[in-house]
T-cell receptor
């Protein structure tokens, strides 16, 4: 079992829908990252969380440390949101090293 | 904006060749990382470096080595390329820190094919 599990693996939505991507982890962490990867490979950091909730534009990330779970929400989704969304955790005993989930492929249709 | 530049976007090499993948960042970051990304496996850490001339093995260092002679440049070396090293290689950098809460900046990736 991977230390970081994302669900769903694939998600197709219609433009305007509210989207949720989930990340569960099985180890103690010092931080959790959400990343976005567009076709072509480039990866962009969206959020870093160690508690609570963060919001940036239409993106919201939450984390529940007790339940070892994080969610990434996209409100009013748009075709340009189509990408792979990756969850990564900094394991408490591993310093700056991150452990990555396999990613969620999101496709938003117009 | 931070820029992390990888020298090649696509690379095709033959089995047994020595391969150099170069990564340069322009924001004076101490931390630099090399990952490979394969379908179904996510990103896996090959090597990382916290400072010049310093390197540490990641989760899958076998068959790879690295060099960090200058702060801005972190090179990944495949001593004798093999077909199972065909992959997307991603370089990243971050400010110093040891708790994993430093923002990562990624290069565009190098898709390496070993024939």
């Amino acid at each position: 079992k991977n230390e970081v599990e994302q669900s769903p693996q694939n998600l197709t939505a219609q433009e305007g829908e509210f989207i949720t991507i989930n990340c569960s982890y099985s180890v103690g962490i010092s931080a959790l990252h959400w990343l976005q990867q567009h076709p072509g490979g480039g990866i962009v950091s969206l959020f870093m969380l160690s508690s609570g909730k963060k919001k940036h534009g239409r993106l919201i990330a939450t984390i529940n440390i007790q339940e070892k779970h994080s969610s990434l929400h996209i409100t009013a989704s748009h075709p340009r949101d189509s990408a792979v969304y990756i969850c990564a955790v900094a394991v408490e005993t591993s310093g700056s090293r991150l452990t990555f989930g396999e990613g969620t492929q999101l496709t938003v249709n117009p | 904006d931070v820029k992390v530049t990888q020298s090649s976007r696509y690379l095709v090499k033959r089995t047994g060749e020595k391969v150099f993948l170069e990564c340069v960042q322009d924001m004076d970051h101490e931390n630099m990382f090399w990952y490979r990304q394969d379908p179904g496996l996510g990103l896996r850490l090959i090597y990382f470096s916290y400072d010049v001339k310093m390197k540490e093995k990641g989760d899958i260092p076998e068959g790879y080595s690295v060099s960090r002679e200058k702060k801005e440049r972190f090179s990944l070396i495949l001593e004798s390329a093999s077909t199972n090293q065909t992959s997307m290689y991603l370089c990243a950098s971050s400010l110093p820190g040891y708790r994993g809460n430093e923002k990562l900046f990624f290069g565009s990736g190098t898709q390496l094919s070993v024939l």
